[in-house]
């Protein structure tokens, strides 16, 4: 077990160098805390600091990293705010590495050796790791309260905490989800061991309760639900032993030890807020929903709360493979699976021994799944499964003793309890280092390198102002359908030292000079911002385009690079002779060939499951001001619910401003299965500039006044809005 906890400890180190500064859930909210309290010795106040601080939360863990960070000069405010990626979680649910960062990252601030900031968020995130660490030896504890004589099922049981990728990732960054988890396994602990004590309950016990609930309390104000499991145990206890008496001695002096301990928390944030959780404060900050009319919300996060309890990192923007999330769920489903198998063997013996204790830990399980999906209903930060921390010792062993009824199969066990560890361990050590290694590293790794000397595709020259020379390009695709991608890779050389940061763009623009598609984004796909660059460096950008599903087809565009300054000016571009190439460069030409269907434009835009967008065409894509627009849009009913809606159609500049717009209410008789006509017609204003403008559909439920939101096929909402194919007036 204490291999274990030393490789824990190992995978958590990698993930907090591996992760830079800040780019986990909340990471930088949690900092400032700390550093509030490192720096100016008080607690932070919510809505009094400038910035966010995660001031709603008990102190117990930034307390104890601002002990171990206070002597540290970082440099900084307590509200510095790291220069953002504006390209941050582009295409989030996608597996992949482009632009996951939040942040930009500077090697000159960053990287090891540490110092100033750098080194006391690194400092902050080792303590969370020896809170990690300890949680998964409570976990271990725990089994080993329940089957003193098979201490390997308890070190099976640490396998799901202690290679937990998610698990893992958070306890290498700077958050209060671990010490919540800490906290949890050890009122976990305490409550099976009460269950066991043959002399039942006395004062001792409330101390211990009183102690264990009050740190509880300190790391998360959640852990407040864990005072369900606490009563549970103790009442369980005294009606086992008739000691009421004893029970209400232990109430009195859990309340009276909870009270000396925290009490000064819940006066302070009365004082401050007017109620003593500070809850409410919190939700004016960050907004609330109605459990009313949250329900089915909250039931379709589910989904998303199991990823993102096993491995979803930063924001949920890097996710694993569905086939990682799958396999748990299959190997969790087995496991439960796993207790039908002693009734029927009618090997019982050991269940009932254990079944206290279990259930104690099916309890806990429960009341973290409820307190998870109450968040669900009543806040719109997103379903996380570190929410359910506290449980996870719990659910861990749970998983494993049902997993170890597979094992007892035969006339002899095919496999030991040591070997169980071996296999449960090993196999969720390998997951965690595949997903920090094949997924979370990547995400944030700096392009590849090339040789000086190496052949390349189509080799160029072309130097952009004095900064960088491309060297060569190669375009993977020459036609592509819309909905489809068209990978390209640059190969640049640095020439000169940047000033600042500069953006590379990736356009395609059809031959009437009507923009298909773009892509803005900082070098190395956000994780090599030019801010880094050094003469002689050498990078492929490998940077893949999205056509639009709703492109028009057929059409012939040209694919064109190029660097501006955000706000300012492009980069001109000029060839081996010096001579001015204008500040895009044209790279070639792609076919945009339609998909094949029976609607022009072909679509499958499904409008929250009432009405389905099968195509579309215009009359034209360049016009002159005053023209007419004709858009005509085919509508599939998609249920009898599909009467009261409005087709909306605008016409928007490059600000995203309105500058026409025409609406249809659809008539309410259209059959299911039906494929439906709506036309519109929009006069194009005789002022309107010379220029590219957007086409924009949206449909609105003329009852409630709201927009339908288009669904993807996976669930996930898209926008209220879907962009058709530009236009462009001469």
Partial sequence: MALVVVVFLGLALAASIINPLHEATDELRHYRFVRTIAQEHTLPVQGAMGCSAQGHHPPLFYAAAALATGWIDTGQEICYDPPHNPFWAYRYWEVGRDNKNQYLHYTAVENFPWHGAALAAHLTRLVNSLFGALTVWLTYLIGLAIWPKRPFLAVAGAAFVAFNPMFVYMSGAINNDVVAAMSGAAVTLACVR???????????????????????????????????????????????????????????????????????????????YGEPTGVEELTQLWGVRDPSQSFWLAVSELDYAWTSLWGRFGYGQIPLPQAMYAGLGWLAALAMGGYALPFMRRTTGELRETAVPLLLLALNVLLFFGVLFNYLLISPAGPMGRFFFPALPALSILLMYGLSHYAALGKRPWCSDACLAGILHGGMALMTVIAFWGYLRPAYAPPPSFAADAALPNPVNAQFDTLINLRGYEIRQTAVQPGGAIDIDLYWEVTGKPPGDYLLFVHLISENGVMVAQRDTHPGLGNFPSSNWEPGDRFVESIRLMVPEAAYAPDTAVLSVGYYVPGAYRLGITDADGAGLGDSLALGQVAISPIPGKYPNAQEQNFNNRLRLRGYEYNAQLFAPGDVLAVTLYWEPLSANSADLLARISVVDEAGKEVAFQENLLPPDWALDSVNPDAHLLVLGEGLAPGVYGIRVSLMDVVSQERQTIVGADGHQIDDHLSLANIRIR
Avoid: Y
Wanted: a positive charge; charged letters at 15%.
């Fill in 194 to 272: 009460l269950v066991q004590d043959p002399r039942g309950l006395s004062l001792r016990w409330g101390l211990i309760f009183g102690a264990l609930f009050s740190l509880a309390l300190m790391s998360k104000f959640n852990l407040a639900a864990i005072a369900l499991l606490i009563a549970a145990a103790m009442t369980w206890t005294a009606w086992r032993k008739k000691q009421w008496g004893e029970w209400l001695k232990a109430v009195l002096v859990i309340g009276g030890v909870t009270a000396v301990l925290t009490g000064w928390w819940f006066v302070r944030n009365q004082l401050l």
